[in-house]
């Protein structure tokens, strides 16, 4: 009994609820719109009928009170269609808000103590177990790398390995350490182990870049240790090593050649020009190479010109027979003392020198 009235009130809200929905969408209706349009839609909407029913505008279907209604639909839509759009403007602002306190709020150096989820305790006892993680990961691809050797290399034709080798996968795991293990013992057991340097002694850390951790800066100083050199030093060298080579190719070519040439002698130059302009762009095709994956911008190299290379030959040339000539004129100038020299020898001496030049160019 004493909750009648309150569901009557409740009761009364819903009809008055459904009533105000059913109202809205007769404005709706009346205006020619739908439900979810924009406030301009309203007003084009809204211009449009006023030409037509307004009792002043002077068309054929003017009736003031059917304006009427439309202004008053109007009014009720425009309204509706503001609030609406506050409404998602409002949840909108809200949503951006909470993704800017969960981002920002988020530990920017997460990401830095991760060590791919190994581990657990304070961050540097993460670490420390983070690198025993890697250095055993790197013993167990060493071993599997020489079981996999062992296998192909004595185990490549035989069907019968092939078809148990996974059931004995560990069997041959577990007699490589004993191998590995007997042949270190053995190796103790001579003395290979007595003189080697740094024996007794503690291992030596290195001190380095703080932003590398310890194990991957050890593992580059082994590689350079034992001679390891990047690609692009290694092409650096045969790039000069190759242009060295075909200078002296090609000078060597030109001294077998008279001067002047005959015709005969001239063709086959010719003949030896265009192979060497076809090494240069083999060659400057290798310096596009080279630039690609050289770190530093200093280190660029440009492209030899081929036409440069045949004049700087045909030069030194020249003046291989200018000092030769110097030399055949004053053959006796070699016999005297050193304060008896002649000019010409000095000047067959400088003329040696000129050319060495060129040459170490």
Same mark, same amino acid.
């Given at each position: 009994?004493?909750?009648?009235?309150?569901?009557?009130?409740?009761?009364? %809200?819903?009809?008055?609820?459904?009533?105000?929905?059913?109202?809205?969408?007769?404005?709706?209706?009346?205006? $020619?719109?739908?439900? /979810?349009?924009?406030?301009?839609?309203?007003?084009?909407?809204?211009?449009?009928?006023?030409?037509?029913?307004?009792?002043?505008?002077?068309?054929?279907?003017?009736?003031?009170?059917?304006?009427?209604?439309?202004?008053?639909?109007?009014?009720?839509?425009?309204?509706?269609?503001?609030?609406?759009?506050?409404?998602?403007?409002?949840?909108?602002?809200?949503?951006?808000?909470?993704?800017?306190?969960?981002?920002? $709020?988020?530990?920017?150096?997460?990401?830095?103590?991760?060590?791919? /989820?190994?581990?657990?305790?304070?961050?540097?006892?993460?670490?420390?177990?983070?690198?025993?993680?890697?250095?055993? %990961?790197?013993?167990?691809?060493?071993?599997?790398?020489?079981?996999?050797?062992?296998?192909?290399?004595?185990?490549?034709?035989?069907?019968?390995? #092939?078809?148990?080798?996974?059931? #004995?996968?560990?069997?041959?795991?577990?007699?490589?350490?004993?191998?590995?293990?007997?042949?270190?013992?053995?190796?103790?057991?001579?003395?290979?182990?007595?003189?080697?340097?740094?024996?007794? #002694? !503690?291992?030596?850390?290195?001190?380095?870049?703080?932003?590398?951790? !310890?194990?991957?800066?050890?593992?580059?100083?082994?590689?350079?240790?034992?001679?390891?050199?990047?690609?692009?030093?290694?092409?650096?060298?045969?790039?000069?090593?190759?242009?060295?080579?075909?200078?002296?190719?090609?000078?060597?070519? %030109?001294?077998?050649?008279?001067? !002047?040439?005959?015709?005969?002698?001239?063709?086959?130059?010719?003949?030896?020009?265009?192979?060497?302009?076809?090494?240069?762009?083999?060659?400057?095709?290798?310096?596009?190479?080279?630039?690609?994956?050289?770190?530093?911008?200093?280190?660029?190299?440009?492209?030899?010109?081929?036409?440069?290379?045949?004049?700087?030959?045909?030069?030194?040339?020249?003046?291989?027979? #200018?000092?030769?000539?110097?030399?055949?004129?004053? !053959? $006796?100038?070699?016999?005297?003392?050193?304060?008896?020299?002649?000019?010409?020898?000095?000047?067959?001496?400088?003329?040696?020198?000129?050319?060495?030049?060129?040459?170490?160019?």
């Amino acid at each position: 009994m004493k909750m009648g009235p309150y569901l009557g009130v409740i009761r009364t %809200r819903m009809m008055s609820t459904h009533k105000s929905k059913k109202k809205m969408r007769e404005y709706y209706r009346l205006l $020619n719109l739908d439900e /979810g349009c924009s406030a301009d839609d309203v007003r084009e909407s809204f211009r449009k009928l006023a030409k037509q029913y307004h009792p002043d505008g002077g068309s054929s279907t003017a009736d003031s009170a059917t304006f009427i209604r439309i202004e008053e639909a109007y009014r009720k839509v425009l309204s509706h269609v503001i609030e609406q759009t506050n409404a998602r403007q409002s949840k909108v602002e809200e949503t951006e808000e909470e993704e800017k306190k969960v981002k920002y $709020n988020t530990p920017q150096h997460r990401h830095y103590l991760s060590f791919e /989820g190994i581990g657990f305790g304070t961050p540097s006892q993460r670490e420390k177990q983070y690198r025993q993680f890697r250095a055993d %990961r790197a013993t167990e691809q060493v071993m599997e790398y020489q079981k996999q050797k062992l296998q192909s290399q004595y185990f490549t034709d035989s069907v019968t390995v #092939k078809d148990v080798r996974h059931s #004995k996968e560990q069997k041959i795991t577990q007699a490589i350490e004993r191998l590995v293990e007997d042949l270190i013992q053995e190796s103790m057991a001579k003395g290979d182990f007595d003189n080697l340097s740094g024996k007794g #002694k !503690p291992l030596k850390k290195f001190s380095g870049c703080s932003y590398i951790d !310890p194990m991957t800066h050890n593992l580059n100083r082994i590689l350079i240790d034992n001679g390891y050199q990047p690609e692009w030093i290694l092409m650096q060298k045969e790039i000069k090593d190759t242009i060295d080579q075909l200078r002296e190719a090609i000078l060597v070519s %030109r001294k077998k050649l008279g001067n !002047p040439m005959t015709p005969t002698e001239q063709k086959q130059w010719n003949q030896v020009c265009e192979q060497f302009q076809e090494n240069i762009k083999k060659l400057n095709k290798r310096i596009n190479d080279f630039n690609l994956i050289v770190p530093l911008l200093t280190r660029q190299k440009v492209h030899f010109d081929a036409q440069k290379e045949i004049a700087r030959a045909q030069e030194i040339y020249e003046t291989f027979i #200018k000092t030769q000539e110097v030399t055949d004129k004053n !053959p $006796n100038n070699f016999d005297q003392g050193e304060g008896e020299k002649t000019p010409g020898v000095k000047t067959g001496f400088f003329n040696w020198m000129n050319v060495w030049q060129f040459i170490k160019i």
